[in-house]
Nanobody, 121 residues
């Protein structure tokens, strides 16, 4: 069982900043990757940013490059998403996704409950 607790969403004006956090807990042997996805009503969940444990590589959606930064604290099993210069199109629900390996599962994905981000003046 893997639990993900997200925090940090809210209402912000255009040009503002927010920092999302997602802490993983439970029984797992390793965290293989951690990332954030964005979803708006009627649309599919899309990758915003992710980081791989094996080589610390990061991957960003083109729309957020230069504005968002993903980072992680391995000691706390926590991934962060620093979002700067937020725009109305960044509004939506942000989901944390963590891929873990346990004694029973290899590279299985788990999702957080989602946190709402609203960018509006």
């Amino acid at each position: 069982q893997v639990n993900l607790v997200e925090s940090g969403g809210g209402l912000v004006q255009p040009g503002g900043s927010l920092r999302l956090s997602c802490e993983a807990s439970g029984s797992f042997d390793s965290i293989d990757s951690m990332g954030w996805y964005h979803q708006t009503p009627g649309s599919q969940r899309e990758l915003v940013a992710e980081t791989d444990t094996s080589d610390s590589s990061t991957n960003y959606a083109d729309s957020v490059k230069g504005r968002f930064t993903i980072s992680r604290d391995n000691a706390k099993n926590t991934v962060y998403l620093q979002m700067n210069n937020l725009q109305p199109e960044d509004s939506g629900v942000y989901y944390c996704r963590v891929v873990v390996t346990t004694r029973w599962e290899f590279r299985s994905p788990y999702w957080g409950q989602g946190t709402q981000v609203t960018v509006s003046s």
